[in-house]
């Protein structure tokens, strides 16, 4: 819908103050900022009303186009970058067959065993291991992590491996690492505060 909405825009944009007859052709200035409302009379089957909102800035190289309230909005900025940039807010909603969950970005250490103790960067680390087989496939993870406050404490994340080992073949080939830092157990509640006003009732 926005790249409609976009299209419609830039027509608006088209026009130049030429003059034609004895009147000069209505002109928007290089900013302006209007509310609208596309009407689909055809579209879906009882028509489509979207309703939008646009800030407008030439000499800025930048637009800004929202709508359903301001839960969708897309930043068009030309001077970011060398060839200018979109900035997209889109949520989504999820359904009851696939509901939104939060996603975690340490592994779920289930069936992980302590393999040793050892210094990485630094700092020295417990390693917890968990070997899974599928096929030829044998997949080793590793992760580092310490517990600053004793052995019942929180943990902190220091590094995480994953290799990928072909038992057919005797060779390893896949591997990939991350590289943890700055953990932390306190999250601000303000941090999962979507930009946007009234979110709940505009999502599609
Ligand atoms: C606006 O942005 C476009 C795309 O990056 C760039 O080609 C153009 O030179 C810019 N115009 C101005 C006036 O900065
Ligand atoms: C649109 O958002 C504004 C600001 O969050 C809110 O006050 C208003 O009620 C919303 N309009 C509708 C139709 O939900």
């Given at each position: 819908?926005?790249?409609?909405?976009?299209?419609?825009?830039?027509?608006?944009?088209?026009?130049?103050?030429?003059?034609?007859?004895?009147?000069?052709?209505?002109?928007?200035?290089?900013?302006?900022?209007?509310?609208?409302?596309?009407?689909?009379?055809?579209?879906?089957?009882?028509?489509?009303?979207?309703?939008?909102?646009?800030?407008?800035?030439?000499?800025?190289?930048?637009?800004?186009?929202?709508?359903?309230?301001?839960?969708?909005?897309?930043?068009?900025?030309?001077?970011?970058?060398?060839?200018?940039?979109?900035?997209?807010?889109?949520?989504?909603?999820?359904?009851?067959?696939?509901?939104?969950?939060?996603?975690?970005?340490?592994?779920?250490?289930?069936?992980?065993?302590?393999?040793?103790?050892?210094?990485?960067?630094?700092?020295?680390?417990?390693?917890?291991?968990?070997?899974?087989?599928?096929?030829?496939?044998?997949?080793?993870?590793?992760?580092?992590?310490k517990r600053p406050e004793?052995?019942?404490s929180?943990?902190v994340?220091?590094?995480?491996?994953?290799?990928?080992?072909?038992?057919?073949?005797?060779?390893?080939?896949?591997?990939?690492?991350?590289?943890?830092?700055?953990?932390?157990?306190?999250?601000?509640?303000?941090?999962?505060?979507?930009?946007?006003?009234?979110?709940?009732?505009?999502?599609?």
């Amino acid at each position: 819908m926005w790249h409609l909405l976009a299209g419609f825009v830039l027509l608006l944009c088209a026009a130049d103050a030429a003059p034609v007859g004895d009147r000069t052709v209505p002109d928007f200035g290089k900013k302006y900022h209007v509310k609208g409302e596309l009407n689909l009379p055809y579209s879906g089957d009882s028509g489509i009303k979207e309703p939008f909102e646009v800030w407008y800035d030439l000499e800025g190289n930048r637009s800004r186009i929202d709508y359903r309230n301001s839960t969708v909005r897309t930043f068009l900025i030309g001077n970011d970058l060398d060839y200018g940039v979109i900035y997209q807010i889109t949520p989504l909603k999820g359904t009851k067959e696939d509901p939104i969950r939060p996603q975690a970005a340490l592994p779920d250490l289930q069936g992980f065993e302590f393999e040793k103790m050892e210094d990485y960067t630094g700092v020295q680390c417990e390693v917890w291991k968990k070997v899974t087989q599928a096929g030829h496939k044998k997949n080793t993870y590793r992760l580092w992590v310490k517990r600053p406050e004793g052995s019942d404490s929180p943990a902190v994340s220091y590094h995480f491996e994953m290799e990928g080992f072909n038992t057919l073949l005797e060779s390893y080939n896949d591997k990939y690492m991350i590289d943890y830092s700055d953990f932390s157990s306190q999250t601000k509640s303000d941090i999962f505060t979507p930009p946007g006003g009234n979110w709940r009732t505009h999502i599609q």
